[in-house]
Nanobody
């Protein structure tokens, strides 16, 4: 079992920045690929970014490339999402998720069903 707790959300003006954190507890953090997803009101949960357990591979959805950066610190059991140049359309509840993998697995999940554990979410609101 893995428990995930997000923090760092809030209200920001368009063009501003926020840094989300997701602290994990429970089983070995470095056994998990980690992802960030978001869900806007009335919409489904969509993939934002993910990072391999070793940190050597990262995937972003096209709409955040060049603006968002995912990173992880396995010593601190934490994954981060640095969000710059925020836009009103980035407004959503942001969730982190953990996907248990074998160390040799090169794939990174981009679908919600590929992830085993989820945090409770943190609200990000970008005002125009």
């Amino acid at each position: 079992q893995v428990q995930l707790v997000e923090s760092g959300g809030g209200l920001v003006q368009a063009g501003g920045s926020l840094r989300l954190s997701c602290a994990a507890s429970g089983r070995t953090f470095s056994s998990y690929n980690m992802g960030w997803f978001r869900q806007a009101p009335g919409k489904g949960r969509e993939f934002v970014a993910a990072i391999r357990w070793s940190g050597d591979r990262i995937v972003y959805t096209d709409s955040v490339k060049g603006r968002f950066t995912i990173s992880r610190d396995n010593a601190k059991n934490t994954v981060y999402l640095q969000m710059n140049s925020l836009k009103p359309e980035d407004t959503a509840v942001y969730y982190c998720a953990a996907d248990w993998v074998v160390p040799t697995d090169q794939a990174i999940g981009v679908f919600t069903y590929e992830y085993d554990y989820w945090g409770q979410g943190t609200q990000v609101t970008v005002a125009s």
